[in-house]
C-alpha cells in the first residue's frame, strides 16, 4: 500500500488542478502539474518530455525495489 499512495501521490493531477490550481503559493503542485505547465503554458515540450522521462524512471525504480522486496518475503 505504500507504493501504491507513492505512485498515487506523484500521478495526482485532476484534484490539485481543479480544487487550487496549485494553490497558495504552490504549496499543492505535483509532478504532473509542473509537466502540464511547462507544456502548455510556457510551451515547453522538450523540458515537459523531460520531466515526464524522469518520472517515469522514478516510477520504475519504486516498482523494481518493490518487487524485489515482495520476492524475498514470498
Same mark, same amino acid.
Given at each position: 500500500? #505504500? *507504493? #501504491? !499512495? *507513492?505512485?498515487?501521490?506523484? #500521478?495526482?493531477? =485532476?484534484?490539485?488542478? *481543479?480544487? /487550487? @490550481?496549485? $494553490?497558495? =503559493?504552490?504549496? /499543492?503542485? !505535483?509532478?504532473?502539474?509542473? *509537466?502540464?505547465r511547462d507544456a502548455?503554458?510556457r510551451f515547453d ?5 523531460? #520531466? !515526464? ?9 519504486? @516498482?523494481?525495489?518493490?518487487?524485489r522486496v515482495f &520476492? &524475498? &518475503? $514470498?
Amino acid at each position: 500500500m #505504500l *507504493i #501504491l !499512495s *507513492i505512485s498515487g501521490s506523484l #500521478l495526482a493531477f =485532476d484534484q490539485f488542478f *481543479i480544487f /487550487t @490550481n496549485g $494553490g497558495p =503559493d504552490n504549496s /499543492t503542485v !505535483s509532478m504532473v502539474m509542473v *509537466i502540464y505547465r511547462d507544456a502548455f503554458f510556457r510551451f515547453d515540450l522538450g523540458g515537459a518530455a523531460a #520531466l !515526464s522521462v524522469v518520472l517515469l524512471a522514478a516510477l520504475v525504480a519504486l @516498482n523494481v525495489f518493490q518487487m524485489r522486496v515482495f &520476492r &524475498r &518475503r $514470498g
